[in-house]
């Protein structure tokens, strides 16, 4: 549905890029008309992410999403290569797969019985007779999507005909991409299927906003905190005072980051941790990579890629926006390759005591989510400031970068919002 220009002039207006007060207004939260907009000139134009290579490890492997308002079926051919096709058939226009993920060598619509192989060919029409002997089955297979491209087995669609290449999207962030994928000494992640979600009655961008904040942590998971001063793990004062260190880096493209910093110190850093206690871990580690690699590879970071991936140190995070006030976030946790077992078994605890769906961290972040959404319906003042930060804010290398609590990311998230909201 075409936007109009009276529309367009106003999605600018929401985000308000003051050099002193940069402020978003809450309709960017509830507005249903910016809700479509966004599917429509965000998700259906940009790269966004929908899977890795691992989940499709076979022939016939399959699996179904949603891009925007599109559904879609990622699914590998015999040909070894995996493709995007429309959810839909040619004929009547139902869906032709049905189930989340799967394996099938093809995809029957159950409504007239069209077949269609797992690249998208047209390969059967029951009772076939009702059409001319010249009928073209060539020019009725499922549609491909436009673009399907993968960096480093994450997989990525393009809606749009024209735009920019995936390589182009990521640059800004291609560098913590590869030292994310570091920990592991052959550089590559595998999938745990499936995945754990939940839902949440709020605005698919406080999911990107909350994810590299790192002002939050010490109010909204104190108890989380308290939890570990009493088991002795930690202190609460040890905790938020390693929260202080690190940077919010905003990057070009709406992407960015929490880091905090890196180090070969075991008492400091997972990956130094795993090395000391590890010595095979370790040989592989320095078999790859130099020491400047392995501080860079050892930072701990929440990296956010524009409009719909997080990726986190236990797992891959998609957000899937379902209406203005309802969203669904999907985490895939991963284990690394090319590890001893022990180290993974250890991540996957440990993701399960803070992000699943029993864990100390994502309640508390869903309520916080519902407390917004709740409270930006109010009228007295209809701004939210992303300001923290902006005044000692400086730029490195193109990148936005503040104190680990200050909203560097967030700000670089709206001005490319605004940007992708308001173009022709």
């Known amino acids: 549905m075409a936007v109009g220009e009276r529309a367009v002039g106003r999605f600018r207006e929401l985000v308000d ?69 429309y959810n839909r058939c040619r004929h009547r226009g139902a869906v032709v797969c049905r189930q989340e993920r799967g394996h099938s060598n093809f ?24 059409y001319p002997d010249d009928f073209d089955r060539s020019g009725y297979g499922l549609v491909r999507a436009p673009a399907l491209a993968a960096y480093r087995g ?13 390589a182009e999207h990521l640059a800004p962030a291609r560098r913590y991409i590869d030292w994310w994928l570091g920990r592991s000494p052959v550089e590559e992640v595998e999938l745990v299927l499936p995945p754990h979600r939940y839902e949440y009655p709020g605005n698919w ?19 989380w905190q308290r939890v570990l001063q009493l088991s002795r ?24 980051l929490l880091e905090r910093p890196g180090s070969l110190n075991p008492n400091a850093s997972w990956t130094a941790r795993m090395m000391q206690r590890y010595p095979e871990y370790a040989e592989a580690m320095r078999g790859r990579f130099s ?7 050892s930072a701990r970071r929440n990296i956010f890629i524009f409009p719909n ?16 006030d309802r969203t669904e976030v999907q985490l895939y946790v991963y284990a690394l390759k090319g590890v001893p077992e022990v180290i993974n078994e250890g991540r996957f605890r440990g993701h399960e005591r803070f992000y699943g769906p029993a864990g100390f961290g ?55 919002w605004r940007r992708m909201m308001a173009e022709a």
């Open 107 to 130: 995809f029957r619509c159950r409504y007239h019985n069209w077949v269609y192989a797992n690249n998208g060919d047209l390969i059967g029409m029951s009772q076939s007779t009702g």
């Open 154 to 166: 994450l997989l990525f669609v393009r809606l749009a005909e024209q735009g920019p290449s995936l």
């Open 205 to 223: 961008k406080l999911q990107v906003e909350n994810g590299y904040d790192g002002y939050h942590g010490n109010y909204v998971h104190l108890s």
């Open 233 to 256: 793990e930690s202190t609460v004062e040890e905790i938020q005072r390693y929260r202080q260190s690190g940077a919010a880096r905003g990057l070009a493209n709406g992407h960015g």
């Open 291 to 297: 020491e400047e690699q392995l501080v860079a590879i």
């Open 17 to 85: 890029d003051d050099p002193r007060e940069f402020r978003i207004h809450g309709a960017v939260y509830t507005d249903p008309e910016v809700f479509v907009a966004e599917m429509a000139r965000i998700f259906e134009r940009s790269w966004v992410y929908v899977g890795h290579d691992s989940e499709l490890p076979a022939a016939g492997d399959y699996k179904t999403v949603v891009v925007g308002t599109q559904p879609l079926i990622l699914t590998r051919h015999e040909d070894g290569e995996i493709y995007c096709l």
């Open 362 to 416: 994502a309640p508390d972040d869903i309520e916080v989510f519902t407390e917004v959404q709740t409270g930006v319906h109010a009228t007295g003042h209809g701004w939210n400031l992303l300001n923290r930060g902006q005044h000692r804010e400086r730029i490195e290398e193109g990148e936005w970068v503040g104190h680990t609590t200050d909203e560097a990311p967030q700000r670089s998230l709206y001005r490319h």
């Open 309 to 324: 991936l997080y990726l986190f140190d236990t797992h891959i995070r998609v957000i899937m926006p379902k209406a203005a």
